[in-house]
């Protein structure tokens, strides 16, 4: 089993930063890859990133030159570090861990709003 603990959502101005953060507990020898997806209001689930155990990483488009998504091993969590905060990121962000060989785990979900 794998637990994962997001944190760091809120809300911020457009044009603002913000770095939400996923730790990870329990089976997390086999994870093999992580991400983050969002979803607003009335919107379908969608990965924003997502990074391999090899350090491989992969952005959804809208997110591309903004966002990036790093693992710090040491401390078994997952970072995701979004800048240029747009009104259009407004959403409720989950971590998410894919365990091999099949598995899937997520996160609480944290809210992210991007409003003046």
């Known amino acids: 089993q794998v637990q994962l603990v997001e944190s760091g959502g809120g809300l911020v101005q457009p044009g603002g930063s913000l770095r939400l953060s996923c730790a990870a507990s329990g089976s997390i020898f086999s994870i093999s890859s992580m991400g983050w997806y969002r979803q607003a209001p009335g919107k379908q689930r969608e990965l924003v990133a997502a990074?391999?155990?090899?350090?491989?990483?992969n952005y959804a488009d809208p997110v591309k030159g903004r966002f990036t998504i790093s693992r710090d091993n040491a401390k078994n969590t997952v970072y995701l570090q979004m800048n240029s905060l747009k009104p259009e990121d407004t959403a409720v962000y989950y971590c998410?861990?894919?365990?091999?060989?099949?598995?899937?785990?997520w996160g609480q979900g944290t809210q992210v709003t991007v409003s003046s």
């Open positions: 990074i391999t155990s090899g350090g491989s990483t």
């Open positions: 998410n861990a894919a365990l091999w060989p099949a598995n899937d785990y």
